[in-house]
């Protein structure tokens, strides 16, 4: 069943709170993974869900700090997760499918923005080795565990920041051509996007649905390798120390409401592989579109998802159904 990539008029917008895009739904039974889920946005999808009744486990590259972060939280247990580590994600995955659990929820949340130039220890360039790649190759070593649940939703922190760039699938790691932090990093959020459109068409008759999210504007440590400069063209800039930002920001529990919304909202049951935003199904917007909204074509093209699932397949290394 295709999903059209159009609103449905879900009732929530750009204000709603993850708590109120939860809708009061009883999650007890229900097993998440949220990556990078013990700071910023992903913290806050974790408490909600978890105060729903959901068992969460955290993927985080440094888990001291994130138990430290939720320890007060109920239900909510940390692993050791580096998405720049293909070994990391492996051991991750096999500590939960050792558990013989079924996996309802997996949130790709986890993710880096306009670094300086770095590469893995395979030599692929950072923002799409982490953002895309790892989160491809620890969805496909859980793929079990989401057919397990019969009723499994995938989602995928996109962004805007698609809008700056498709991906490059001749060149995706920038070895031929000069590196430009925003368009790597519009590369690995369109990949994110693409990503979600391609699992959705082939885990729908596994019960497994995908969906990418853009959590809208929102200041977080995901911000921490940007210069003043880089603020400036968004409008930020500092008073005492403090960053302060136009009125269009979310903050966290704003930011996080479309993860939730996408995670667990009725309004979606049968439906997939759609980019969405402000609680609802995005817009697709002309490539030119000078609109700080909605979905450009290229991070929803099928036969592009179908080329990056591929392509990704052969850059992590495994054969996936």
């Known amino acids: 069943m295709i999903t059209e990539q159009k609103p449905l008029i879900s009732g929530f917008g750009a204000r709603t709170t993850a708590e109120e895009a939860l809708a009061g739904r009883d999650l007890r039974g229900k097993i998440a993974i949220v990556t990078g889920g013990h700071a910023g946005l992903g913290l806050e999808t974790t408490r909600v869900l978890s105060d729903a009744g959901a068992t969460i486990v955290i993927g985080a590259r440094n888990p001291q700090k994130a138990q430290m ?27 939960f ?6 996996l309802d929820l997996l949130i790709n949340n ?7 130039l770095m590469r893995d220890d395979r030599g692929y360039e950072m923002q799409f080795a ?3 790649l790892g989160h491809f190759q ?19 922190l996109s962004s805007f920041g698609h809008s700056r760039s498709g991906v490059n699938f001749s060149d995706p790691n920038f070895n031929q051509r000069p590196y430009d932090k925003w368009e790597a990093y519009g590369q690995s959020k369109s990949a994110n996007s693409l990503f979600a459109v391609e699992l959705d068409k082939r885990g729908q008759d596994h019960g497994i649905r995908g969906f990418a999210v853009h959590p809208g504007g ?8 940007l210069t003043d400069e880089d603020f400036k063209a968004f409008g930020i800039y500092r008073e005492n120390g403090v960053l302060k930002g136009p009125e269009s920001l979310k903050n966290i529990e704003q930011g996080a409401a479309t993860t939730v919304w996408c995670a667990v909202s009725p309004q979606l049951n049968n439906k997939g592989g759609v980019y969405c935003e402000d609680c609802d199904i995005a817009p697709m917007l002309p ?32 054969s996936r159904r």
Do not use: C
């Open 130 to 132: 982490t953002n895309h």
């Open 69 to 95: 972060a939720v320890t007060k939280m109920k239900n909510v247990a940390v692993s050791q997760l580096d998405l720049a580590s293909p070994s990391s994600i492996d051991r991750f995955a096999n500590e």
């Open 287 to 318: 490539a030119d579109s000078k609109l700080r909204s909605g979905v450009r074509p290229w991070a929803v093209d099928k036969a592009a998802a179908e080329i990056l699932w591929v392509l990704s397949e052969k850059l992590a290394s495994l």
């Open 97 to 102: 499918l050792n558990s013989n659990r079924a």
């Open 218 to 225: 929102i200041l977080t440590d995901l911000a921490r390798y």
């Open 110 to 116: 986890a993710g880096i923005m306009a670094t300086p």
């Open 138 to 156: 620890l969805t496909a070593r859980l793929w079990e565990a989401l057919k397990k649940s019969g009723n499994a939703r995938v989602v995928a």
